[in-house]
């Protein structure tokens, strides 16, 4: 009988673990992403003519 290589399921589980960060990742920035848009839909909706996002000065 000859043994399966190592290498190979390790190969697999790493992959897995990057397309699982990158997943992540993209779904962080999405949220992050609606949530902007949504709090500047419902500013324009509530009738403000300025809603532009004041940074502080630092």
């Known amino acids: 009988m000859s043994e399966p290589?190592?290498?190979?399921s390790r190969r697999g589980a790493l992959i897995g673990l990057v397309v699982a960060a990158v997943m992540?990742?993209?779904g962080l920035w999405l949220?992050?992403?609606?949530t902007a848009a949504s709090k500047m839909q419902?500013?324009?909706m509530s009738g403000r003519s300025n809603c532009n996002v004041i940074e502080p000065a630092r």
């Open 5 to 8: 290589e190592d290498g190979g």
């Open 24 to 26: 992540l990742a993209v």
């Open 31 to 34: 949220a992050h992403s609606l």
């Open 42 to 44: 419902d500013c324009v």
